[in-house]
């Protein structure tokens, strides 16, 4: 791990900004192996996607305490973290509501309530909401790069990046998968939907790392309120989609690989 850490800022320099901003393109590079799998892979089964999403899940479930909140709890105390967490999950639920959502990760699906009309009208919704929907699943993923980054610990902050970019790769499949469900073009297009989701994380990422910079103070705060996005994120949405078509316990399974995976990450890397 040192010998990846002095390489990391060998790179990226010293400067937390510039060590967000790579870290930002790193998980967004991570997000595009997962958009292009669909160009090799071009009909992976429900079964496969929901395996998968479940590992995501994982990952970023053990992400979320080990990278993000106990580290927190060590920098500002508990209270800092748990109003983060709080408000990270009431931002991620009012976008939610304002939007307003859509369930499309794997089957392109919609809530009946999602776009009012006729089937024109709410396919035209659909496709504005499938974009805006992805889109916010991951900003509190860039933003926790961007927060770790900022906060000086680049150690944890390489790990998370690493934990991030691992769930992105299914993820970028699954967005891809869903374009292409949707009728939004053929493999290449699909994948570019899938990578562009996740550029939003490039300057989420850069948002966070200089936020904290500026002002220490904000670095508890900003790590729960990244860790209550992603959590908001994965029972919201990830887990419910991946038990939604009868692959609970393939989905299950994933998830608990995800965890282990992440944990001996953190291990491995500490």
């Not at 400067?15 to 997962?34: D, H, R, S, Y």
């Not at 929901?50 to 979320?64: E, I, K, Q, R």
């Amino acid at each position: 791990m040192p010998d990846l850490v002095e390489a990391f800022v060998r790179l990226a320099g010293p400067n937390p900004v510039v060590q967000g901003l790579i870290g930002g393109l790193v998980i967004t590079l991570f997000n595009l192996v997962g958009a292009l799998a669909i160009v090799v892979w071009r009909r992976p089964s429900e079964r496969s996607l929901d395996v998968a999403l479940g590992f995501a899940a994982g990952v970023m479930l053990t992400a979320s305490f080990t990278s993000l909140i106990l580290p927190g709890i060590e920098v500002g105390g508990l209270w800092p973290v748990v109003l983060g967490m709080v408000l990270g999950a009431l931002v991620l639920d009012r976008a939610d509501v304002w939007v307003p959502h859509i369930h499309v990760l794997v089957t392109g699906r919609r809530r009946a309530d999602a776009a009012p009309g006729g089937a024109g009208d709410r396919r035209l919704a659909g496709v504005i909401l499938f974009i805006v929907a992805i889109t916010l699943h991951n900003m509190p993923e860039g933003l926790a790069v961007g927060v770790a980054f900022g906060g000086g610990a680049v150690r944890d902050a390489i790990t998370l990046m690493l934990a991030i970019g691992l769930q992105n790769v299914p993820e970028g499949l699954a967005v891809a998968v869903a374009a292409r469900n949707a009728g939004m073009g053929g493999r290449w297009y699909a994948a570019f939907t899938g990578f562009r989701a996740g550029v939003v994380e490039v300057p989420l990422a850069v948002l966070g790392a200089w936020a904290v910079a500026q002002a220490a103070p904000l670095l508890p705060y900003a790590m729960g309120f990244a860790a209550g996005g992603m959590l908001f994120v994965i029972s919201d949405e990830i887990i419910p989609e991946t038990h939604a078509r009868g692959h609970e316990r393939l989905a299950t399974l994933g998830t608990m690989i995800g965890v282990l995976v992440m944990l001996v990450l953190d291990v491995a890397l500490g």
